[in-house]
């Protein structure tokens, strides 16, 4: 069974521009939760989506969203880049209570 | 909202020895507490977890425990291996689809 993947692997973008990370969750895992990973503040979480619908939201700002579509396929996006949103962006896909997460998006803003 | 805390931020160890990461949470409503193992350039993976019903769990030579009094979880490890290097995670949620709050991680070095 494919895990969860996370493209592109790597994203170096400036600041002011935007960007969309994708997530393919395991297949027949319906909830997909979005984490920023950073040194020294851990995980983050950002938000989590359920057969389309955001179920549960961190405490990031409005420049980052995210949505979730019919195949439970999932993307970000952030918008007006700044340096402080360069990050390690992992989603994870849930069975129960377990989250499976993918190998991340290392997101560098320049 | 739930606060969780992790300390050390590093521990280094010699094989063979035992290793402990302890984590306090601030929500007296959590009720699942897992534990996730990062390795380099992967995500996290769930290696242990436990509930509040119960105090201590094994499973081979990582254990956790809890003290729900005192709002603490630990992990445990026995026999390190060089292969236990990694960055190690604790987590708190009120279960069900609850979010998953993190600590801020642990890097585990094990020397040979």
């Known amino acids: 069974k494919a895990g969860v993947t996370q493209t592109p692997r790597y994203l170096i973008k400036t600041r002011g521009q935007q960007v969309t990370l994708s997530c393919s969750p395991i297949s027949g895992h319906r909830s997909v939760s979005w984490y920023q990973q950073t040194p020294g503040q851990g995980l983050q979480f950002l938000f989590e989506y359920f057969s389309e619908t955001q179920r549960n939201k961190g405490n990031f700002p409005g420049r980052f969203s995210g949505r979730q579509f019919s195949n439970s396929r999932s993307e970000m996006n952030v918008s007006t880049l700044e340096l402080g949103d360069s990050a390690l962006y992992l989603c994870a896909s849930r069975r129960d209570e377990e989250l499976f997460f993918g190998s991340g998006t290392q997101l560098s803003v320049l | 909202g739930e606060n969780v805390e992790q300390h050390p931020s590093t521990l280094s160890v010699q094989e063979g020895d035992s290793a402990v990461i302890k984590c306090t949470y601030s929500d007296s409503a959590s009720n699942y507490f897992p534990w996730y193992k990062q390795e380099l350039g992967k995500g996290p993976q769930l290696i242990i977890d436990?509930?509040?019903?119960?105090g201590e769990k094994k499973d081979q030579r990582i254990a956790v425990t809890l003290n729900k009094t005192a709002k603490h979880f630990s992990l445990h490890i026995t026999e390190t291996q060089p292969e236990d290097s990694a960055v190690y995670f604790c987590a708190a949620s009120k279960g069900g689809f609850q979010k998953l709050v993190f600590g801020t991680g642990t890097r585990l070095l094990v020397s040979p």
């Open positions: 436990i509930r509040s019903n119960v």
